[in-house]
């Protein structure tokens, strides 16, 4: 086996991969606590090893930053010609004897025999490891891998670097040339004085893409166990805090994308005064994405008698004016062609067209070439980053044709699996990232007419088109995209397969935040958190409230967000990942859509009670309507009660007040049914209002996130003016202090109720709303590399407030109220409608004003509801249109159409909500629709997500697209104490379950086992399709559950090889 980057397994060290010096922690035999991810660096480093997606960044491809600030006042030239520079060693080569033997006519014949050419005056190249007289520590390091013999350019590159020499190395992608640079660097750090905290590295990769800079690294980490060196990876694209965080504790090498080191010169976060030791890899491609400016204020950060190495592809005249100016006398190797440059002898054809023309003019090609190829005839399709080699592997795939894809996420066996199908035929299409596309040599690729090449390559920037060329005398054909549909972005890919890559984003990060927030922010954080922290405990409920939040309800939320964002799929198709588990996204669709179907209709009782409030009297102020009875009682105003004689003590709790009787009699007309067996006929005001609720929903959904992005910036934010607005008048009525000092008076003996723990968990895993599928279809409508964890922590934050802040609110009336009546706050306090269509406009009804009070209140209540219920109806719309895509893709207007059927369908059946009976409808869908069944769903989504799919297959997800792997606390929460959460409340549940009760009114059987069937209908989809999938999988048992439980893009390989890393230990037991 030769020795070239590809043939390195990442390993999960911890600061770097150096021990020797004693820098503490034990993985990769030494660096800082903390980085998990192959070379991590510090605690939460993002120096994660092994690449997995490019793409974002601050522009360019693969997250680098090629539109960095190119106007950085910080960064300024250096004049080296002033400072007094201490001297360094860079020549350690010793020739073996055996090299220093060898004639010229053997030297020439090894060069011939690996087409190598030198420029120079070059030692002589080595024939194996040991005649490069590396030191032990390298020597081991080498032998621990096991490979026989160094690649070419590694024989002739390694004496040149270590005699201290410049060097321009000419070398295809897969040659090795990574350990050609990395051995030696290692061997110089190693003879230099040991830096201190603050100073800058020693040795300095620069590489185009995050992409490629983090397989340097990893090949970097291979090495860690058996070297002194520390190192870290900087590009674009992720947080800069671990980034800085690493370079100001200091490491011997920063592997770097120029736009983001430019960023930390600049603001002094480290220096380049230490560097002797330079490497631009790719300097072509470097170049030609735009980054020469960057690339030239950074060399003139580092002193003149460094040492450089520059690896390059080609040797355009901007690469040789580059080394012209910043190297010394270097020395030329080139491998592969005689000439300093590429072949020359390829013609391109380049079919401009627009993005929806893609897919057709692909299956066109590979049509053409299927119907007059020759036996054996295979392409290549090269595309920029792993997302888009899967989705466009999965669309040839569909079409039948026998395609195979590699990318840098494949661990070694995968990649030579897919190779060997490649190359022996079975499979005659191979799409793979150019970084990871390695070891094709000539022959093995034709096109029917056994003369050309097909190669389309994927790598479209910004106002011009990058098309990278395979090195053989054939043709290349170029499918890409005009270049004016780019975008601002710089990063959209050549060709792009299915509904992900022409997804719709939001406008803008906020309109998806507020998006978050205002779906997680609702109706509970007003009427019911409030009243439970007054009755467990006051400011003692804060304790288990918190915990249950850290540990239960935030991972599940922020577990979600990463999902949706990395797959960019509603909350069924997303399922692909793990087949088996597709019923749990057809649970979440069903559980909001059945909540759609009664939490409208408080929208439209809110909007009832606004119409009312438009009088000279508010219509609750007293027991004066034809609607009151006998036993109406106005608390405020005894002398109006109509039966003077029932105002006694005995019979205090059988009065009603006037704001229950207009709820209950008016609004409701419960007085014409006698319960579920006489529902009546729906209030036509009632209609009206639930119309004009569903109207407002379906101009906020039509148009998908672009239209209700920006209706949250009203219903998000209005509530919190409404609720400060209602707490400074408040805070002015006699009694408002007494009950907020009921409300946060700490009772710490309440923390000994199981009680107490169980209300906290189930009010916070609600008021989150993990399960739904809502966060879910939202985040997948993020861009690739949003920054979803602020947005967890942002939200999480603002949830809670929320509902502290509007217990003061509440419970500054609720004081009032017990002031004016002269009771106990407890006969006042309670919560649900009762609180706010109850207890809340009784209050408001004694306040000068009080017609404006009452209808700010109910207006807060509407914006509260509204992003909610858009939350839960846009989960459905997503869900269905993104797994029937074949259905609705190129329909005109689909997305207002199905919105429109999704929206009569969900108003159709609440119209029982607003008929006589409807209450006790409502409550029987309140209490079944998104009980236990929500719960269920979120315990299956946290299992097939931490247990089947793999927490380490997550983490590299979450790696490639944040920068970062999760954090060990994430990771143990998503697998044990996230699930260990939600079943302790389903069994508490169910445990504490008892026959259902509206007021007085008790539930017949038979409508307790339509509660359950409610419950039922959407549990058993989770079953029901994991039977479905196993039967319809062909295959062996074992094969059917080894398909099932892997992703879809997986299962080609799967099947070809009967491998599947699902069923190893390692794979379950990684946390």
Known sequence: MTYGDGGFKGRENGYGGGGGRSYGGSSGGGGFRGGS???????????????????????????????????????????????????????????????????????????????ITVEGDVPNPIQNFNEANFPDYVLSGIKSQGYEQPTAIQAQGWPIAMSGSDMVGIAQTGSGKTLAYILPAIVHINNQPQISRGEGPIALVLAPTRELAQQIQQVANDFGSTTYVRNTCVFGGAPKGPQARDLERGVEIVIATPGRLIDFLSKGTTNLERCTYLVLDEADRMLDMGFEPQIRKILGQVRPDKQTLMWSATWPKEVKKLAADFMNNPIHINVGSPNLSANHNIMQIVDVCQEHEKEQKLGNLLQEIGNNGEPGAKIIIFVETKKKVENITRGIRRYGWPAVAMHGDKSQQERDYVLREFRSGKATILVATDVAARGLGKGHTKHPNSSTNLVLTCTLRKKDLHVQLEEDEHESFVLSTSSSQAGEAGDQDFYTSGADDNRETWGSNTDFLLSIIGFAVDLANVWRFPYLCYRNGGGAF??????????????????????????????????????????????????????????????????????????????????????????????????????????????????????????????????????????????????????????????????????????????????????????????????????????????????????????????????????????????????????????????????????????????????????????????????????????????VATLPGSQLWSILFFFMLIMLGVDSAMGGLECVITGLMDEFSGFFRNRKYSREIFTFCIIICSFSVALINVTPGGIYMFHLFDTYSAGISLLCSAIFEAVAVSWFYGLDRFSQDVEAMLGSKPGLYWRICWKFISPSFIICVVMFGLFHHQSLQYNEYFYPPWAEWVGWGLTLSSIIMIPLFAIIQIIKTKGTFKEKLALSISPLEEHEEIRRSKLTSRFKAKHWLYV
């Open 542 to 843: 804060l304790v288990p409230y918190t915990l249950m939040l850290v540990f239960g309800a935030v991972p599940l939320f922020y577990m979600e967000l990463l999902l949706g964002q990395f797959y960019r799929q509603g909350p069924i198709s997303l399922w692909r990942i793990c087949p088996l588990f597709k019923g749990v996204g057809f649970c979440a669709v069903l559980v909001s859509f059945y909540v759609s179907f009664y939490y409208n209709v408080i929208l439209a009782w809110a909007l009832y009670f606004i119409g009312s409030s438009i009088t000279s009297d508010l219509p609750w102020i007293h027991c004066n309507n034809t609607w009151n009875t006998d036993i109406c009682w106005d608390s405020m105003n005894p002398n109006a009660t109509k039966i003077i004689k029932l105002i006694n003590d005995t019979g205090r709790n059988s009065r009603h007040t006037p704001a229950s009787e207009f709820f209950n009699r008016k609004v409701l007309e419960m007085q014409w049914s006698d319960g579920l067996h006489d529902m009546g006929y729906p209030k036509w005001q009632l209609v009206v209002c639930l119309m004009i609720i569903y109207c407002l929903l379906y101009i906020s959904l039509f148009k998908g996130v672009k239209s209700s992005g920006k209706v949250v910036w009203v219903t998000a934010t209005m509530p919190y003016v409404v609720l400060t607005i209602l707490l400074i008048r408040g805070l002015m009525l006699p009694g408002a202090i007494s009950g907020i000092s009921y409300y946060l008076q700490p009772e710490l003996s309440k923390l000994k109720e199981t009680q107490v723990w169980m209300d906290a968990a189930v009010q916070i895993f609600y008021s989150v709303g993990a399960g739904f599928g809502v966060h879910l279809s939202y985040a997948s409508y993020n861009t690739f590399h949003n920054n979803c964890y602020r947005d967890c922590i942002i939200t999480t934050i603002i949830n809670c407030f929320t509902s502290f802040f509007s217990g003061f609110v509440i419970f500054t009336y609720l004081g009032y109220m017990s002031y004016k009546q002269g009771v106990h706050i407890s006969t006042v306090a309670t919560e649900g409608p009762g609180l706010v269509f109850q207890v809340y406009p009784e209050a």
């Open 37 to 115: 991810g192959g070379g991590g660096g510090f605690r939460n480093s993002n120096s994660g090893g092994g690449y997995r997606n490019g793409g974002g960044g601050g522009g360019g491809f693969g997250g680098g930053d090629r539109f960095g600030n190119l106007n950085n006042q910080g960064l300024r030239q250096v004049e080296w010609g002033r400072k007094s520079l201490q001297p360094f060693k860079k020549d350690f080569y010793v020739p073996h004897p055996i090299i220093a033997n060898r004639s010229a006519s053997e030297v020439n014949q090894f060069r011939d025999k690996q087409e």
